[in-house]
């Protein structure tokens, strides 16, 4: 066989605390037959995978200014800082899709993105969709966060000095995040509901054995493309937020992940539930970056209102970098495999729905774009 005609190069990230790595050493040794890799020296370190790894795997360990020179595909997690370190041609593959300045600089530098943001929810995508996976790993880690910060114990807890009642869980959004925020919360203990304006979400999260609410007030339609919620209008978000308010009152724990793509986060817990609730209770936003599910969300800070803490983090996943890291490389990979032939090299097809989503509005060549 022939030797791989494309040159992989995987970056460090330079995002304040991003710990993650776009592609990890075994996924590197995966793809060896079809493309040769570079990393750039340092890159997984912080997720906890060395230099001596990814060489192990096959890879050469190069500086920044290599990456520029030798590199027809470029991963990353988040936004590259500076486009210039990247030439004409180079296929930029990381998240930022929906970051319209950086679109701007790439495209003027000659720079093809495929965005990880826009995957395609079909069955072939599944196993490259970034989004997913990490939104999972962000469910677990903001009720491990709500937990650290809550007061009081999850679990039932019976003891010679008297009972403890378990503590109570809602997720409002049943999406990957909030289901996994659900089973979290059910394996240490709590007692846990879910919400969704989606009734067919009734069904995933009754699975797994929590109470599914759903406040008896008309809506218009609530299922959105891609399985997303629909939006809905002022009057309907306000009905919502009533009917939700005596249910969030009587919670420790308000795990948020309403989101609606491409639109400011919906608004589920106003003031006045806030001031409803008891002190303690802890509200994880995971909508913060969008704007947030709650009237005081702040992006990637701890705010207290009457004892109601609300963290709106917008990089969880961050802090479990190592196995966060496993998955967004196998979502990597697998759209790597889709991509790349050993010897035509990076194919980026016109008749792809998969380019052409990750691509968003451009057109596509039939032909190679990495020389």
């Known amino acids: 066989m022939s030797e791989p005609t494309t040159t992989i190069a995987v970056l460090s990230e330079r995002v304040p605390h991003e710990r993650r790595v776009a592609m990890i050493p075994s996924d590197v040794h995966r793809l060896k037959s079809k493309a040769r890799f570079i990393v750039e020296r340092g890159a997984g370190e912080a997720a906890g995978f060395s230099d001596q790894a990814y060489a192990d795997a096959g890879a050469e360990i190069v500086d920044l200014t290599v990456v520029s020179a030798k590199a027809d ?29 950086l679109a701007g600089e790439l495209e003027a530098r000659g720079v093809v993105h495929l965005a990880l943001e826009r995957m395609p929810r079909i069955t072939r995508a599944q196993s490259m969709d970034v989004l997913s996976s990490q939104a999972s790993v962000a ?22 000095a008297g009972t403890i009642k378990p503590a109570k869980m809602i997720a ?46 008309k809506l218009s339609a609530t299922e959105g493309t891609g399985g997303y919620a629909s939006d809905q209008s002022e009057n309907e978000q306000a009905a919502l937020r009533d009917a939700l308010s005596p249910v969030l009152s009587g919670m420790q724990i308000v795990v948020t992940s309403a989101q609606i793509p491409g639109r ?42 009457g004892g109601v803490q609300i963290a709106g983090p917008t ?45 968003g509005v451009r057109a596509v060549a039939p032909a190679s774009a990495a020389a």
Do not use: C
């Open 73 to 101: 595909v470029v991963l990353a997690v988040r936004p590259v800082h500076d486009s210039a370190a990247l030439h004409p041609g180079t296929v930029l593959i990381s998240l930022a899709g929906r970051n319209p300045d």
């Open 315 to 359: 990089n969880l996943p961050s802090l479990i970098a190592t196995d966060a890291s496993r998955l967004f490389s196998g979502n990597v990979y697998a759209l790597l495999d889709h991509l790349v032939d050993p010897e035509a090299g990076l194919r980026l097809r016109h008749d792809d729905e998969i380019t052409n989503a990750l691509l």
């Open 172 to 217: 409002l959004g049943a999406g990957v995040a909030g289901l996994q925020a659900i089973a979290t919360a059910r394996r240490l203990g709590a007692i846990v509901y879910g919400f969704d304006v989606r009734e067919a979400a009734r069904e995933q999260v009754e699975s797994l054995s929590a109470k599914f609410v759903f406040p008896e007030i």
């Open 264 to 305: 400011p986060a919906p608004l589920l817990i106003d003031d006045a539930t806030i001031a409803s609730m008891g002190p303690g209770t802890v509200i994880v936003d995971l909508a913060a970056e969008s704007g947030g599910n709650t009237s005081r969300t702040i992006a990637d800070e701890i705010v207290v209102v």
């Open 139 to 160: 469910g677990y880690a903001a009720v491990i966060q709500a937990a650290g910060m809550l007061d009081v114990l999850l679990p039932m807890m019976t003891t010679a």
